[in-house]
């Protein structure tokens, strides 16, 4: 992502990169003996290799006040505490640049952009080409789209698009929906103190998706300070959707992986229910294990947007719940649908990158197509893994691209 970001800025679709990236260092925080021997250990096996040589490590108080002196307030000074740093992690406001791309689309004869509409049907036509019904949502007026190819990058409502496509890929697929909501802390003067993105250890019998992290945000230009997740239980799929959604879902060929995973998952369940249901002050108690010295009055909850899980098969227990990002696409490559969490900044290129590796097998691996992609991602078809002079000329390039140094 970071270098297809930097051959955005190099070409000049986005100017000026920090309207959107930011430099913000990231950071792993651990307390308690067995904890700072776990991360002691795992910074000495990450640091032996190039990914991670730039890495830092610290255990003294000084060094850790200077990187989070907002987690480090109001500990007692012979706490055992520990972190590992990487300098030039980042923020990245995606609505921003996801406004910045469809801005430089917008000139092109061949974009349109229709908002306030609903893919209300997906039929696949006698020629191949895919016949999608668009629905206007204020005037209710229904358009016929003909495509060649279907992408459903729709959030928690690409499940049910792809559901409606009917393609034998899709059967079997069900969708688990959990709500996120943000503590946001509204005093100038706390969020003043706090450049990061610290991580803690997420509680037992927790869901991937929620470690606990203290971040520095940039948003519109103005900087704030959120911790969370928080996770909770919903039936809805979107924000906007309905509380119907998950019912409505259930298909009689996913019946059985959604069963399962039902009665399997009760702790999960059961997790987020009473996740749902902290008050304040039992929220803060949690941002007071990051830090310490937390206000009840600086702080308010917000809520964020759904996430989507994967359910699938599963030929031992019937169904499994998975909590990351999955492509599921044709065999003739005409549509692809992209469900499971949010992918986030992070991993959207590398997402789309294989969307066009299964979806274009021809024409991806001709010299044109292989042209273009090295372009946009010089390691593209390489191992930064492998290639430790490839890693460093990439990365160097991006950090001065995107100001990240």
């Known amino acids: 992502s970071l270098q297809f970001w930097s051959h955005l800025v190099d ?28 991360l002691r250990e795992r910074f000495l096996n990450l640091k032996t290799h190039h990914l991670f040589s730039d890495m830092q490590y610290a255990e003294d108080a000084e060094t850790l006040r200077e990187w989070m002196p907002l987690v480090m307030q109001g500990r007692e ?21 996801t406004r910045s791309l469809v801005d430089a689309l917008k000139p092109k004869a061949s974009f349109n952009a229709t908002l306030n509409t609903e893919v209300t049907a997906l039929k696949k036509l006698s020629n191949g080409r895919w016949q999608v019904s668009l629905t206007n949502r204020e005037t209710n007026k229904t358009t016929l789209v003909e495509s060649q190819f279907v992408f459903l990058g729709a959030g928690g409502g690409a499940l049910k698009l792809l559901q409606k496509s009917g393609i034998p890929e899709s059967i079997g697929y069900g969708g688990f929906p959990v709500s996120g909501q943000w503590l946001v802390c509204h005093n100038p003067a706390v969020i003043a103190q706090h450049q990061s993105k610290v991580y803690g250890k997420a ?25 969370g997740p928080y ?19 259930i298909k009689p060929n996913n019946l059985t992986a959604m069963l399962s995973v039902g009665r399997d998952n009760m702790d999960l369940t059961k997790y987020l229910v009473n996740e749902s249901l902290q008050t304040h002050k039992a929220r803060m108690a ?19 947007g759904k996430r989507v899980q994967v359910i699938k098969g599963c030929s031992e227990k019937g169904g499994k719940l998975e909590f990351g990002t999955e492509i599921v696409s044709a065999q003739d490559g005409s549509i692809a649908g992209l469900l499971g969490a949010s992918p986030g900044a992070s991993v959207a290129t590398k997402a789309m990158v294989d969307v066009i590796e299964l979806c274009f097998k021809d024409q991806v691996t001709t010299p044109e197509w292989q042209a273009k992609l090295k372009n946009m991602i010089p390691s593209y078809g390489e191992s ?15 950090l001065k691209t995107l100001k990240l140094v």
Do not use: C
């Not at 996770?231 to 906007?240: C, D, E, V």
């Not at 930064?384 to 991006?398: C, G, P, Q, W």
């Open 286 to 304: 949690t941002l007071r294990q990051l830090m310490p010295e937390a206000r009840d009055e600086d702080w308010t909850l917000e809520n964020a």
């Open 231 to 249: 996770a909770g239980f919903t039936t809805k799929f979107l924000k906007t959707g309905s509380f119907l959604d998950l019912v409505k879902s």
């Open 203 to 227: 509680a037992i019998g927790a869901p991937p998706m929620s470690v606990p992290h203290l971040d520095t945000r940039i948003i519109n230009g103005k900087k704030a300070l959120l911790f």
């Open 384 to 398: 930064l893994i492998d290639d430790a002079d490839l890693l460093k000329s990439v990365r160097a390039h991006n």
């Open 11 to 38: 070409s000049g679709v986005i100017p000026n990169p920090s309207t959107f990236i930011s430099p913000t260092p990231h950071i792993s925080f651990v307390e308690g003996r067995d904890n700072v021997a776990f």
């Open 77 to 97: 000074s012979n706490a055992q505490v520990a972190a590992t740093r990487v300098s030039y992690g980042t923020d990245v406001n995606f609505g921003t640049l």
